[in-house]
């Protein structure tokens, strides 16, 4: 007999992993001879439409997934009384639709050819067929953390935190016993605020909504499934071709979504340099609001701007506005279906508490419905905590079954790739991410232990002024609590752009009662009218503070403006890369390789306005400076000017024709990549030493902190053999006290790089 140890392993895997097994409903091609104008998330009839009938075997999820066909197909499933069970409306072919069936229970599968020549398509339809899950498990507590060191062991614990806190306590979601016993041992108190949420969401679904005091941008009076996501969307660009652009960002998600969204300005076609918002939502799963409010801002625009509203017009004009209302879809769907089964009670409702992405595995494509088992809702990566900028540092969990697990490197996930890629491609001047829920408007840094950012001062002044509308609070975002990898973080000290996080709604919303969606996701009119509106706030709500934004993305005061010459339609590219370090924590930091690349097209006249972010990272200090390189190509790709600009924030350059050879405006010093490497640290009543390794020759200075105060400063040359850091201590220093260690390299050029560690002196 011969051993097999591959396939030995590979059975036990598959032993070992919580079975998610699936039943074949249906796998057929489809043929729909004509095409139907209209939504296939209800039931539709013609030659356009192609309907299939199947029964579950099971409880679980039903899949179904179309591919193949050119053009636009739909598909929906719906029950014997014909509400929609799960749908998919994407751009082009590729659709899943996915959705929460009992078994036995009778199910039609739609398919709709919405445009396109070919009439084919490949239709397969699975059960998921998942476990029972225990309820009444989960329960929304208020943990008090008098102190700071407090609250660090508070997210030491890898609890589900809620993104709520005020100083002295923060709210946190327990997923069952193991959770409250953990906060027990800790020697946590906490006060009960919702004891079994699922039981508070079936009530809460079942209370007569209250009447909405107005009418939101859309018309919408409850959350939009997936699938509404995407034709609202595709209706907005059918309905407005110039002032709407579908976009679709480059990476499918890890069940095979696509990640949508659009761009709106007038002549939206144009690659005409204005300068960049972009609104993002539903980074994390079961924060409905945050999808809504970047939806509900688009219809706002373009309602706005085909009313010929002075305002909008004006701005559209100057700006572009790109907004992606889900950034994670598959954490959405199941989150989202859940509450539609909530009323049924046959999966577990808690699973509209979802938080993180479908990564089950690191570095594996999930299976079919692997993602929906109860025993993986809390696995998966945090997409917030995934971001190349300080990631792995204070804030993020190294446990793949935390709620803020960071993940297997900076940018592993898919969802935070692609943001990435937009950012990395646009000028955007201003981003809000969306989040729920604690009435906060958060910018960076997003830890305490973090850069300061040059540009506070803005960055607070359009935080308060947004604040002043919808009534927040306006704050550093480590002000809530420290987080690494999060998006503004990365794409601010990336950029230059001002990041913002809103952290929309209260828990205290509701006028008594049962409590919908525990914050993350309360009734409509809690979730997403009243903060769109301001009720209850001293402005204008959220509404006003996009506006607030995007008048700020319009503001060439707070970017920078190039202006020039060039062959009419000829393309000109503002590119940059540099190498960065992320945070890492223990493991060290890992250097990434960033590149920043946008272009524009010589508009007709010759003359060209660039509406641009600063040439120089707001993590380089002092006097370094980084150039953007410019470059005019012609349509063939041939290479007929380039030029290098040191370009700051508020400032106006005229570069003259850059399609005419190389020019030189400004002298940029070239900065070469400087990686700083931490080695073993020793700590000793009167000094720590650590060991160093720069990537090339530099200067190191070292400092440590306890709280905010300076206890130890150190400093000496090294190279690429590592070398002994030094840092005396003051005296007095109590054993067990916990310091901080910060260690910044300089290299040739002004090249900088450092690395963190926390340290406890010795007992
Ligand atoms: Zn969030």
């Given amino acids: 007999m011969t051993f097999r140890p591959l396939l030995l392993a590979a059975a036990l895997l598959a032993a070992a992993a919580p079975g998610a097994s699936a039943a074949d409903l249906l796998t057929t091609g489809l043929r729909a001879p004509g095409a139907y104008d209209g939504s296939c998330l209800a039931r539709a009839g013609g030659d356009g439409v192609v309907r299939r009938e199947v029964v579950a075997d099971a409880n679980g999820l039903v899949q179904a997934r179309l591919t193949g066909a050119a053009g636009d197909w739909d598909v929906a499933v719906f029950d014997a009384a014909g509400a929609l069970v799960a749908g998919s409306a994407q751009r082009g072919t590729a659709e899943l639709a996915e959705?929460?069936?009992?078994?036995?229970?009778?199910?039609?599968?739609?398919?709709?050819?919405?445009?396109?020549?070919?009439?084919?398509?490949?239709?397969?339809?699975?059960?998921?067929?998942?476990?029972?899950?225990?309820?009444?498990?989960?329960?929304?507590?208020?943990?008090?953390?008098?102190?700071?060191?407090?609250k660090e062991l508070l997210l030491s614990l890898d609890l589900d935190m809620a993104e709520h806190g005020r100083p002295g306590f923060l709210d946190v979601l327990l997923h069952g016993d193991a959770d409250r016993a953990a906060l027990t041992r800790a020697g946590f108190t906490y006060d009960t605020l919702i004891g079994d949420v699922a039981a508070s969401d079936r009530a809460a679904l079942r209370a007569p909504m209250s009447p909405p005091d107005g009418t939101m941008p859309s018309g919408r009076v409850q959350y939009r499934r997936l699938a509404e996501f995407s034709e609202d969307m595709k209706k907005l660009v059918a309905e407005n071709p110039t002032l709407v652009k579908p976009i679709t960002l480059p990476l499918p998600t890890l069940e095979g979504r696509a990640v949508e969204g659009i761009e709106?300005?007038?002549?939206?076609?144009?690659?005409?340099?204005?300068?960049?918002?972009?609104?993002?939502?539903?980074?994390?799963?079961?924060?409905?609001?945050?999808?809504?409010?970047?939806?509900?801002?688009?219809?706002?625009?373009?309602?706005?701007?085909?009313?010929?509203?002075?305002?909008?017009?004006?701005?559209?004009?100057?700006?572009?506005?790109?907004?992606?209302?889900?950034?994670?879809?598959?954490?959405?769907?199941?989150?989202?279906?859940?509450?539609?089964?909530?009323?049924?009670?046959?999966?577990?409702p808690?699973?509209?508490?979802?938080?993180?992405?479908?990564?089950?595995?690191?570095?594996?494509?999930?299976?079919?419905?692997?993602?929906?088992?109860?025993?993986?809702?809390?696995?998966?990566?945090?997409?917030?905590?995934?971001?190349?900028?300080?990631?792995?540092?204070?804030?993020?969990?190294?446990?793949?079954n935390s709620d803020t697990y960071r993940g297997a490197g900076p940018?592993?996930?898919?969802?935070?790739?692609?943001?990435?890629?937009?950012?990395?491609?646009?000028?955007?001047?201003?981003?809000?991410?969306?989040?729920?829920?604690?009435?906060?408007?958060?910018?960076?840094?997003?830890?305490?232990?973090?850069?300061?950012?040059?540009?506070?001062?803005?960055?607070?002044?359009?935080?308060?002024?947004?604040?002043?509308?919808?009534?927040?609070?306006?704050?550093?975002?480590?002000?809530?609590?420290?987080?690494?990898?999060?998006?503004?973080?990365?794409?601010?000290?990336?950029?230059?752009?001002?990041?913002?996080?809103?952290?929309?709604?209260?828990l205290d919303n509701a006028d008594g009662g049962a409590v919908a969606g525990a914050g993350f996701h309360p009734a409509y009119p809690y979730g997403v009218m009243n903060p769109w509106f301001g009720v209850n706030a001293p402005g204008g709500g959220n509404r006003e503070a996009y506006y607030l934004a995007l008048e700020s993305t319009a503001n060439e005061a707070r970017h920078s403006v190039i202006t020039g010459r060039g062959r009419p339609g000829a393309t000109l590219r503002l590119q940059k890369t540099f190498s960065a370090q992320t945070n890492g924590g223990e493991d060290g930091p890992v250097t990434i390789?960033?590149?920043?690349?946008?272009?524009?097209?010589?508009?007709?006249?010759?003359?060209?306005?660039?509406?641009?972010?600063?040439?120089?990272?707001?993590?380089?200090?002092?006097?370094?400076?980084?150039?953007?390189?410019?470059?005019?190509?012609?349509?063939?790709?041939?290479?007929?000017?380039?030029?290098?600009?040191?370009?700051?924030?508020?400032?106006?350059?005229?570069?003259?024709?850059?399609?005419?050879?190389?020019?030189?405006?400004?002298?940029?010093?070239?900065?070469?990549?400087?990686?700083?490497?931490?080695?073993?640290?020793?700590?000793?009543?009167?000094?720590?030493?650590?060991?160093?390794?720069?990537?090339?020759?530099?200067r190191l200075s070292a400092r440590v902190a306890k709280g905010r105060r300076t206890v130890g400063r150190g400093s000496r040359s090294a190279g690429v053999r590592a070398v002994t850091l030094r840092v005396k201590l003051a005296r007095g220093l109590a054993r067990g006290a916990k310091l901080k260690l910060s260690i910044s390299a300089t290299g040739a050029g002004g090249a900088r790089a450092t690395a963190l560690k926390t340290l406890k002196l010795k007992k």
């Fill in 99 to 150: 959705g929460f069936v009992r078994g036995g229970q009778a199910l039609t599968v739609q398919a709709c050819r919405r445009s396109g020549a070919a009439g084919e398509a490949q239709l397969s339809v699975q059960n998921v067929i998942l476990p029972a899950a225990a309820p009444g498990k989960l329960a929304l507590v208020r943990v008090s953390v008098p102190t700071a060191a407090a």
């Fill in 264 to 348: 709106i300005t007038e002549n939206v076609g144009a690659a005409d340099g204005k300068p960049v918002f972009l609104q993002l939502g539903v980074h994390h799963a079961r924060e409905w609001p945050s999808a809504e409010m970047a939806m509900e801002w688009a219809f706002e625009l373009v309602n706005t701007f085909k009313a010929g509203n002075e305002r909008t017009v004006g701005l559209l004009r100057k700006a572009r506005v790109i907004v992606v209302p889900i950034v994670n879809p598959d954490g959405f769907n199941l989150s989202r279906e859940s509450i539609v089964d909530a009323g049924q009670a046959q999966v577990d």
């Fill in 350 to 400: 808690g699973f509209s508490y979802k938080r993180k992405n479908c990564r089950v595995t690191d570095g594996a494509i999930p299976a079919a419905g692997e993602c929906g088992l109860d025993a993986n809702r809390d696995k998966g990566t945090d997409p917030n905590r995934n971001y190349g900028g300080f990631w792995g540092g204070p804030g993020a969990s190294r446990s793949a």
């Fill in 411 to 506: 940018f592993s996930e898919p969802e935070t790739q692609n943001i990435r890629a937009l950012v990395s491609t646009r000028q955007v001047m201003t981003l809000i991410t969306n989040h729920t829920y604690s009435d906060l408007v958060l910018r960076p840094p997003g830890f305490a232990a973090g850069p300061v950012a040059p540009d506070e001062a803005l960055l607070k002044d359009l935080g308060d002024k947004m604040a002043a509308e919808n009534g927040y609070t306006s704050q550093k975002g480590y002000e809530l609590y420290d987080t690494t990898g999060s998006t503004e973080d990365w794409s601010y000290f990336t950029t230059g752009g001002l990041g913002y996080t809103f952290e929309i709604g209260k």
């Fill in 593 to 698: 390789q960033e590149g920043l690349t946008s272009t524009m097209s010589v508009p007709a006249s010759g003359a060209f306005e660039w509406h641009a972010n600063q040439s120089t990272r707001p993590l380089l200090v002092g006097s370094q400076t980084e150039a953007w390189t410019l470059v005019c190509t012609d349509a063939a790709g041939s290479v007929l000017g380039r030029s290098q600009l040191v370009i700051a924030r508020g400032e106006r350059k005229d570069v003259g024709n850059v399609c005419n050879g190389v020019t030189e405006t400004a002298t940029a010093s070239a900065v070469p990549a400087l990686t700083l490497k931490l080695g073993a640290v020793k700590t000793s009543r009167r000094a720590i030493t650590a060991r160093v390794t720069c990537s090339s020759a530099c």
